[in-house]
């Protein structure tokens, strides 16, 4: 019996530290090109600085955009991506964390399909993106794996 309470206390310890809190009044501001903060009421919640030669960028429905949850944000990071040059590609930010993960790592990071088209937000369906073909995908909350930190080249 005493084995079955440790298992559901760790469960619970678990579910705790896996679960994000996030007030409802997340605002996003725009710092410069390349820094948005979140914040809420007067306190920052986080915020993501991209390297050097990348900026926040606008594909499409690309503006910087939080998921109907207030757990994410999807925007456009502008650019020198290799291989192919690829000028802008999506990327994920954690609300809580400011933690950016970009398109090509989205299966690895995040669990959706990575895609250059431009994605959306599924309207009230909490962190789910709707891809170009109309197929949605939920975003893994949390992400199977943390998301790299921010490797700038030197």
Request: hydrophobic share 40%; with cysteine; glycine share 4%.
């Amino acid at each position: 019996m005493r084995l079955r309470h440790r298992r559901l206390a760790a469960l619970l310890v678990w579910l705790a530290c896996s679960a994000q809190f996030v007030p409802s009044d997340v605002r996003l501001s725009i710092d410069s090109p390349r820094r948005i903060t979140v914040a809420t009421a007067g306190s920052v919640i986080s915020s993501v600085t991209l390297c050097p030669d990348y900026q926040f960028a606008t594909l499409g429905a690309g503006e910087p955009t939080l998921s109907p949850d207030l757990h994410w944000i999807l925007v456009d990071v502008k650019g020198p991506y290799e291989p192919a040059s690829v000028p802008v590609t999506h990327a994920l930010i954690q609300v809580t964390t400011g933690a950016i993960v970009t398109s090509p790592d989205f299966p690895a990071y995040a669990g959706v399909p990575s895609t250059l088209d431009p994605i959306t937000w599924a309207s009230g369906l909490r962190s789910t993106l709707r891809y170009k073909n109309e197929t949605l995908a939920a975003v893994k909350d949390p992400p199977p794996r943390h998301f790299p930190p921010l490797a700038c080249a030197r």
